[in-house]
């Protein structure tokens, strides 16, 4: 009577999902962030990890799929069953564990109340993870093939659930059609009569039979679909309707990665014969695919494991483009960027007063180590300051890693054979001024190269603002500014690294937007002395760039907007002087201040995004931290009363 009571418990809680009871449905801290700031997500199945793929291929190949949807601009989802709890963002450590283990159960609609009431580990399949997927929020999901119609069903019955699952639930299914094991004009067949959409993403409408590009049917699909943007439109459509019932978007995988083993034909003459060897043999049920594709596997020499391998790293691929694009083409959306550059290891050394260095002597100081980079502590100062819409676009090495929980919203493609960059400061023990600094940042130039950027195109050209710091090398710089010219994005440089660094932008003036930088720096890219002289000769000969922020230290900041130059003062007065803790991240709180205020209302009132970005430099001079985490307490009003009782400054004749 009580295992009664916990599978009704348990039906009841799976129809009961967007409740997200913390007893049975564990999201991921990193999709839950995403969903709450609604970007991109796209939603994995298990049961390839758990019964699709022989060990290790299986682990591989689930990882290298969210890193590949990561590289494309969204967050993986990979769902599954885990002690009777629906998973939904598996960590590494649960994804190996799910992927090593043995009697793992596989998961379809049905099975959720039974598994989850005995506590079992299961995979999911497609049925599964589509239901949970919407359960969430989740409208786009990446497979490598669907259930479908057997080829004995006539007589067996046997009809995949992810059918009827397509027919019940809104979510966009990117795969390579049907497991090629199946009757493909059936299946469509079906799916037209549960009222499914199905689609080619391509130029042609024929339905691929997934190891290959084309089926030898003929059968097709509803219509091609050329463009990751028809495609993300045709997704918000289908939410938009509220049909209740899904897409299927069939990807033919690359002709060059088909399995060559005879081409179809002899693959299908595989599936024949062991079809047959499977009716001898009294194989039946769910049992039948597995058996099949292991012959596959047997006879074509693991081939079959590489082409399955290549067609769902396509899918994921697509389905992270089509995610990204979804995402920005919300019409309440507000204005996004991304930001491109350094996300570091920093190593702040603050030295103790009155010390006298001696050769071979250990030196006094206080240590703190960080997340750190002029492009991460923008992205970072934003997040904190609330604004959902931002990104950072960087790299990592794949030893060095700084193991800390981060929910700064990032794209870091790790590098394999690549040191993280490194950055240590030496801070002065009386000003906290920096006295000098060590930089190990030479994989930014090195791996975000133009064909890296290119790699990430769509990301880029779904955000209204392109931002990047002075880490990158001039040609990777180059090719973001053509990319927003090309696609009249607003593009902002902020220096990093000091003067020589920042003179890596001069060539390319003339077609940024917004330029932030300090005193020092500023003198380096316009080769003089005298700042106020050459901000009026550069304002009057590149007319693109409609906002020039020069920070001057405890003078405040120098700035140009369209044209009209106006002196800041700071926030911190005299009297703070003795609070100010640390200096090294008050320029970047301030950049992304002013940002904060420009994408919500572009430069329509520079004089608020100037409040808020004092503010917020001033924050962060009073903190330890090199961002200050009270950014999070500004808000409107905070930033209406500086607008009115603090902000102070002068216009200057240009």
């Given at each position: 009577?009580?295992?009664?009571?916990?599978?009704?418990?348990?039906?009841?809680?799976?129809?009961?999902?967007?409740?997200?009871?913390?007893s049975?449905?564990d999201?991921?801290?990193?999709?839950?962030?995403?969903?709450?700031?609604?970007?991109p997500?796209?939603?994995?199945?298990?049961?390839?990890?758990?019964h699709?793929?022989?060990?290790?291929?299986n682990?591989?190949?689930?990882?290298?799929?969210?890193?590949?949807?990561?590289?494309?601009?969204?967050?993986?989802?990979?769902?599954?069953?885990?002690?009777?709890?629906?998973?939904?963002?598996?960590?590494?450590?649960?994804?190996?564990?799910?992927?090593?283990?043995?009697?793992?159960?596989?998961?379809?609609?049905?099975?959720?109340?039974?598994?989850?009431?005995?506590?079992?580990?299961?995979?999911?399949?497609?049925?599964?993870?589509?239901?949970?997927?919407?359960?969430?929020?989740?409208?786009?999901?990446?497979?490598?093939?669907?259930?479908?119609?057997?080829?004995?069903?006539?007589t067996?019955?046997?009809?995949?659930?992810?059918?009827?699952?397509?027919?019940?639930?809104?979510v966009?299914?990117?795969?390579?059609?049907?497991?090629?094991?199946?009757?493909?004009?059936k299946?469509?067949?079906y799916?037209?009569?549960?009222?499914?959409?199905?689609?080619?993403?391509?130029?042609?409408?024929?339905?691929?039979?997934?190891?290959?590009?084309?089926?030898?049917?003929?059968?097709?699909?509803?219509?091609?679909?050329?463009?990751?943007?028809?495609?993300?439109?045709?997704?918000?459509?289908?939410?938009?309707?509220?049909?209740?019932?899904?897409?299927?978007?069939?990807?033919?995988?690359?002709?060059?990665?088909?399995?060559?083993?005879?081409g179809?034909e002899?693959?299908?003459?595989?599936?024949?014969?062991?079809?047959?060897?499977?009716?001898?043999?009294?194989?039946?049920?769910?049992?039948?695919?597995?058996?099949?594709?292991?012959?596959?596997?047997?006879?074509?020499?693991?081939?079959?494991?590489?082409?399955?391998?290549?067609?769902?790293?396509?899918?994921?691929?697509?389905?992270?483009?089509?995610?990204?694009?979804?995402?920005?083409?919300?019409?309440?959306?507000?204005?996004?960027?991304?930001?491109?550059?350094?996300?570091?290891?920093?190593?702040?050394?603050?030295?103790?007063?009155?010390?006298?260095?001696?050769?071979?002597?250990?030196?006094?100081?206080?240590?703190?180590?960080?997340?750190?980079?002029?492009?991460?502590?923008v992205?970072?100062a934003?997040?904190?300051?609330?604004?959902?819409?931002?990104?950072?676009?960087t790299?990592?090495?794949?030893?060095?890693?700084?193991?800390?929980?981060?929910?700064?919203?990032?794209?870091?493609?790790?590098?394999?054979?690549?040191?993280?960059?490194?950055?240590?400061?030496?801070?002065?023990?009386?000003?906290?001024?920096?006295?000098?600094?060590?930089?190990?940042?030479?994989?930014?130039?090195r791996?975000?190269?133009?064909?890296?950027?290119?790699?990430?195109?769509?990301?880029?050209?779904?955000?209204?603002?392109?931002?990047?710091?002075?880490?990158?090398?001039?040609?990777?710089?180059?090719?973001?500014?053509?990319?927003?010219t090309?696609?009249?994005?607003?593009?902002?440089?902020?220096?990093?690294?000091?003067?020589?660094?920042?003179?890596?932008?001069?060539?390319?003036?003339?077609?940024?937007?917004?330029?932030?930088?300090?005193?020092?720096?500023?003198?380096?890219i316009?080769?003089?002395?005298?700042?106020?002289?050459?901000?009026?000769?550069l304002?009057?000969?590149?007319?693109?760039?409609?906002?020039?922020?020069?920070?001057?230290?405890?003078?405040?900041?120098?700035?140009?907007?369209?044209?009209?130059?106006?002196?800041?003062?700071?926030?911190?007065t005299?009297?703070?002087?003795?609070?100010?803790?640390?200096?090294?991240?008050?320029?970047?709180?301030?950049?992304?201040?002013?940002?904060?205020?420009?994408?919500?209302?572009?430069f329509?009132?520079?004089?608020?995004?100037?409040?808020?970005?004092?503010?917020?430099?001033?924050?962060?001079?009073?903190?330890?931290?090199?961002?200050?985490?009270?950014?999070?307490?500004?808000?409107?009003?905070?930033?209406?009363?500086?607008?009115?009782?603090?902000?102070?400054?002068?216009?200057?004749?240009?």
């Amino acid at each position: 009577m009580q295992r009664v009571k916990q599978l009704l418990l348990s039906s009841y809680h799976c129809r009961q999902i967007r409740t997200f009871n913390s007893s049975i449905f564990d999201i991921n801290p990193e999709v839950k962030s995403a969903l709450n700031e609604h970007r991109p997500i796209v939603a994995c199945e298990t049961a390839i990890l758990t019964h699709g793929l022989p060990r290790p291929s299986n682990i591989e190949t689930c990882l290298k799929i969210e890193q590949i949807i990561r590289e494309n601009g969204s967050i993986p989802a990979t769902i599954a069953i885990l002690n009777g709890r629906i998973k939904v963002g598996l960590t590494q450590t649960e994804l190996e564990q799910l992927g090593s283990s043995n009697n793992v159960e596989k998961a379809s609609r049905r099975d959720l109340p039974y598994l989850m009431s005995r506590h079992a580990f299961a995979g999911t399949t497609v049925a599964a993870t589509m239901l949970i997927a919407h359960r969430c929020g989740i409208p786009i999901f990446a497979t490598g093939g669907i259930g479908g119609v057997h080829r004995d069903s006539t007589t067996t019955g046997d009809i995949s659930s992810d059918l009827d699952e397509l027919g019940r639930t809104p979510v966009c299914v990117i795969s390579s059609g049907v497991k090629s094991i199946l009757d493909i004009p059936k299946t469509l067949e079906y799916l037209e009569t549960k009222g499914v959409g199905v689609y080619t993403f391509g130029d042609t409408n024929e339905f691929p039979n997934f190891f290959t590009r084309s089926n030898e049917f003929g059968s097709c699909s509803c219509a091609a679909i050329r463009t990751i943007d028809e495609a993300a439109r045709l997704v918000r459509t289908m939410v938009d309707l509220k049909l209740g019932s899904g897409l299927l978007l069939a990807v033919p995988i690359d002709k060059e990665d088909e399995l060559e083993v005879g081409g179809g034909e002899k693959i299908e003459s595989i599936i024949r014969e062991s079809l047959a060897r499977a009716t001898q043999e009294n194989i039946t049920g769910n049992k039948v695919t597995p058996f099949v594709l292991s012959e596959i596997r047997r006879q074509t020499g693991n081939k079959s494991i590489i082409t399955n391998q290549k067609l769902i790293y396509k899918n994921a691929r697509i389905a992270s483009q089509i995610a990204v694009a979804l995402s920005s083409s919300k019409s309440n959306s507000p204005s996004s960027l991304i930001i491109i550059g350094a996300r570091n290891i920093d190593l702040h050394i603050q030295l103790n007063a009155d010390f006298t260095p001696h050769k071979g002597s250990t030196i006094p100081c206080r240590v703190r180590q960080n997340f750190g980079g002029v492009a991460y502590n923008v992205t970072h100062a934003l997040h904190l300051l609330k604004n959902h819409s931002i990104r950072l676009l960087t790299v990592a090495g794949s030893s060095n890693l700084l193991r800390k929980h981060d929910s700064t919203p990032a794209l870091i493609h790790e590098i394999e054979d690549e040191s993280t960059a490194s950055y240590i400061s030496l801070l002065d023990s009386k000003t906290n001024e920096l006295i000098c600094g060590f930089g190990d940042m030479e994989i930014y130039e090195r791996q975000i190269t133009p064909s890296f950027l290119d790699r990430n195109l769509s990301i880029l050209i779904n955000s209204q603002w392109i931002m990047f710091d002075a880490n990158l090398s001039q040609m990777a710089m180059k090719y973001l500014i053509d990319t927003a010219t090309k696609y009249k994005k607003n593009s902002v440089f902020i220096s990093a690294g000091g003067p020589n660094k920042a003179r890596r932008i001069k060539p390319y003036l003339k077609d940024i937007n917004v330029l932030f930088c300090n005193r020092l720096e500023f003198e380096a890219i316009t080769e003089s002395s005298s700042i106020e002289i050459s901000l009026k000769k550069l304002v009057r000969i590149h007319s693109n760039l409609k906002l020039i922020c020069i920070t001057i230290g405890s003078q405040g900041v120098l700035i140009s907007i369209n044209g009209q130059l106006k002196k800041y003062k700071a926030l911190i007065t005299e009297n703070d002087q003795h609070d100010i803790q640390n200096v090294t991240g008050a320029g970047d709180s301030f950049a992304a201040g002013v940002m904060n205020q420009l994408l919500k209302i572009n430069f329509n009132n520079i004089d608020r995004a100037i409040a808020c970005g004092l503010l917020s430099a001033k924050l962060t001079l009073k903190s330890a931290n090199t961002i200050s985490e009270q950014l999070n307490t500004i808000d409107d009003a905070m930033i209406d009363e500086i607008c009115l009782k603090e902000l102070k400054y002068e216009n200057i004749d240009s």
